[in-house]
């Protein structure tokens, strides 16, 4: 009798053992299974902006070359994702892309569309709130909420080399050298100092600015392989 209760005991925890072990799997393969859904979702609506729309003046030919520039590195990193945290990083890009769609259709006067997911980054860098130009280096660097012959080149906002930069329309696309690294990056990282500190006043919504406007102008390259230099979206490792 004995024997007998000590089976029945043995017996009722290997099945338990065993059903939370295939409900741990289940689990598992539900995540990645969203994950992937979740990706493809925003690389078909990034294809089918990238594919249908085309520029009508400077700056939202360069916003839409952007876009599709993150829908091929999407597209690349799709054939490769095969975990959860691979295919939140495509949907990142892809997102990130949609964010520079609805600069070039804001650009031509169109309906933006639907609002995208923001991200901590994002908020914490803001917007631009008015133009503002800032010389370094040798050379004038503009910036402005809206688009024109002289700023034609977007930025979505975020954190890059571990400094804020506001959304907005920039005179060039100085950040490149720093998302790229390499070459060039520090020199990126300089003038990120000081365009922080002279943009600063210029930008909402960001909780970085909104605590310390003026506080990342002391900043030094020190922020290339520290917290916040991960390459973004387009340029992200695995």
């Known amino acids: 009798m004995e024997l007998l209760i000590v089976l029945l005991v043995v017996g009722g925890l290997l099945a338990l053992v065993l059903t939370r072990g295939r409900g741990r799997g289940t ?132 954190v890059v080399g571990g400094r804020p930069v506001p959304a907005g329309w920039y005179s060039e696309p100085w950040w490149r050298p720093m998302l790229l690294g390499g070459v060039g990056a520090v020199g990126g990282v300089m003038v990120a100092s000081a365009l922080v500190s002279g943009f600063g006043a210029a930008a909402v919504g960001g909780d970085a600015f909104a605590a310390d406007p003026g506080g990342f102008d002391g900043l030094d390259g020190s922020g290339l392989d520290g917290a916040g230099f991960d390459g973004g979206g387009l340029f992200g490792g695995w």
């Open 27 to 158: 689990t598992a393969a539900g995540q990645l299974s969203d994950a992937e859904a979740e990706a493809r979702r925003w690389y078909d609506r990034l294809g089918g902006q990238v594919l249908n729309l085309t520029g009508s003046d400077e700056p939202s030919k360069q916003a839409l070359a952007d876009a599709a520039e993150r829908y091929t590195a999407a597209g690349a990193q799709l054939d490769q994702a095969s975990t959860a945290p691979q295919y939140r990083l495509v949907a990142d890009t892809a997102l990130e892309g949609l964010y520079y769609v609805r600069a070039a259709r804001t650009a031509m006067g169109m309906d933006p569309g639907p609002a995208l997911p923001d991200s901590a980054e994002r908020a914490r860098a803001g917007e631009l709130a008015s133009a503002r130009t800032v010389d370094v280096e040798g050379r004038s660097i503009s910036g402005s909420p809206h688009p024109s012959a002289q700023n034609g080149h977007y930025y979505p906002g975020g």
